[in-house]
Each structure stands twice: as structure tokens, then as C-alpha cells.
């Protein structure tokens, strides 16, 4: 190992434990707050669907945009019965009647917990459906996409993940970033992963937090340790090592290769933060999502 590697890991060891340190005191004395929620139960019913999704989303303008509904529709396409839930104000009556053919639930929360507060709601409205060979996903809608097919880029991995190697927690993309984890915006359970013991353990006694980054470090950084320590084989469908290189591995592969990522390799999705982070490049982003047909 060179002394530039050795080093670089060091710092990396130093910083991760200095975060579990400062978190840990951090979530002793982090507030709590008394969730409040409203829900809309639409036509299309759970209990006959093997395929269950909870999908996330955001608008400051309290609108569903055409892009979540392209990816509510492409979801729906592939059998999944979907928990829409909503940390927006409140949705307009335009937006309602353009999802709620789509959907089983229609959920809008305050925003507390994130993406994560979202996903443990519709945990627990859905868990008593789940059965031994139940898919349940987490989706957020801080990309655009799909841009190629989700049947084609994933539903044979999922079938195969549980069939032949017993993989029960899978995602799109996984990082190295602070710590290793799968990445959260699109994330796959099976059988044992989304039991009881298992998830229902850690999303036990949840912090529904305006703290965004206690919330990544808690629960984003913090389910893909969870799922390994309870021997639930992970994996990535889009490996950052394999594909990149784990010299590379420290950054964001959604947001340093995302363009890579779609062109070379069939990536799915486009992060939406990538057109405020990158300006110079909205034009080639633009050509992208353009192959979203909507």
C-alpha cells in the first residue's frame, strides 16, 4: 500500500469516527418532535400486490411534476402498489388527480425526517402485507428517470438476487463516501431484509428530525451497516468498485460520474441536484432527460 493510500484511509478511519463520537452525544439530546400526517386512500388495493413501493417526495411548489409522475407511472407499469408520500404542504387538486390512479395511498407528512421519515411511515402502513415473497422498494424522487427501462436494468437482478444468491438488500449505486454504504434514493428489499427482526428493529423508536445531516449519518449511512450486521447479504447494481476502481471509491458516483454512468453503462437515473451543482452542464443534462418520455 502506497503512503499517499495509507494515509488517505487514515484520515478516512479518523473523520468516520469522529462523526459516530459527535452523533452519538448528538442523538442523546436530539429533539423530539410529534409527527403529523394525513392520508388519501385511492382505488388501486395492497393486499393484491407482491410488489409494494414507498415513494418519497418533495415540491416547494406543492405540485407532483410531470418527472415523478413519469417515474410513479414506469413503477406502477412494473406491478407495484405505491405509498405516495408527500412532505409538501399540501398537494394541489390537479396533482392529486394525476396520481391517484396510480397509487394505493396518498400520504402528506410534515417534513421531518426526510426521505427516511417518509420511508419509515410507509413501513409500517405496509408491513402487514408483506409476505416471504413480497419486493418492497424505497424511491425518492431526487432523480429524473427512468431514462431506460427499469424492467430491463433491474427485475431480472432482483429475481436472480433472490433466487440464486440469497441477496436481500440490493441498490441502484453504493459509495464509499464517509462510510460504505447503498446509496438510498433507490433501494430494494426482499424476504428477511424488510421482516421484523430486521428493518421493523431499525427503524424501532425512529427520531423524525429537521437535522439533516444527523438524519444521513443515522439512517442513510447507517441501514447498510445495520442489514450487514444482521448477516443480510447487500449488494449494488451499478458497483462503484467494479466499474470505477476503489482508488476512486470516496466520491459520489451519481454526481462524479453520472454521465458515465448513463451513457457507458445503462444507469437509470440522473440526480436533479447535478443542474445546481454543475450549471455549464444543464445543456448535455437537458439532452439526457430528454429521452424521458413524458
Not at 167 to 192: A, K
Not at 206 to 218: C, H, M, P, Q
Request: proline share 2%.
Amino acid at each position: 500500500m502506497s503512503l499517499l493510500l495509507y494515509f488517505t484511509n487514515l484520515c478516512r478511519y479518523l473523520y468516520l469516527k469522529f462523526f459516530e463520537f459527535l452523533y452519538f452525544f448528538r442523538s442523546i439530546f436530539q429533539k423530539k418532535y410529534e409527527h403529523k400526517f394525513e392520508s388519501i386512500v385511492c382505488k388501486i388495493e395492497i393486499n393484491s400486490r407482491k410488489r409494494i413501493c414507498i415513494f418519497s417526495h418533495f415540491s416547494k411548489d406543492n405540485l407532483v411534476d410531470e418527472y415523478a409522475l413519469h417515474y410513479i407511472k414506469s413503477l406502477y407499469e412494473l406491478d407495484f402498489a405505491i405509498v405516495f408520500v408527500s412532505t409538501s404542504k399540501f398537494l394541489d387538486e390537479k396533482s392529486l388527480n394525476k396520481i391517484s390512479d396510480y397509487v394505493s395511498y396518498i400520504i402528506i407528512r410534515e417534513n421531518l425526517g426526510y426521505d427516511f421519515g417518509s420511508y419509515h411511515l410507509g413501513y409500517e402502513l405496509v408491513k402487514k402485507y408483506l409476505k416471504n415473497d413480497s419486493v418492497l422498494i424505497f424511491a425518492n424522487d431526487s432523480v429524473y428517470g427512468p431514462i431506460c427501462n427499469l424492467k430491463e436494468s433491474i427485475e431480472s437482478s432482483i429475481t436472480n438476487s433472490d433466487a440464486e444468491s440469497s441477496t436481500e438488500f440490493i441498490g441502484m449505486t453504493d459509495s464509499y463516501c464517509i462510510r460504505y454504504h447503498i446509496q438510498s434514493y433507490f433501494l430494494v428489499l426482499l424476504n428477511n431484509a424488510f421482516s421484523e427482526k430486521v428493518l421493523g428493529e431499525f427503524f424501532k423508536d425512529f427520531t423524525f428530525s429537521n437535522d439533516k445531516r444527523f438524519v444521513v449519518y443515522k439512517y442513510e449511512l447507517g441501514l447498510t451497516g445495520f442489514m450487514i450486521s444482521k448477516n443480510i447479504k447487500t449488494k449494488a447494481l451499478w458497483p462503484y468498485k467494479d466499474i470505477f476502481g476503489l482508488e476512486k471509491s470516496f466520491k459520489d458516483p451519481t454526481v462524479e460520474n453520472a454521465v458515465e454512468l448513463i451513457e457507458e453503462h445503462k444507469f437509470p437515473f440522473l440526480k436533479k441536484k447535478l443542474f445546481k451543482m454543475f450549471p455549464d452542464k444543464r445543456d448535455l443534462y437537458n439532452k439526457i432527460i430528454r429521452k424521458i418520455i413524458i
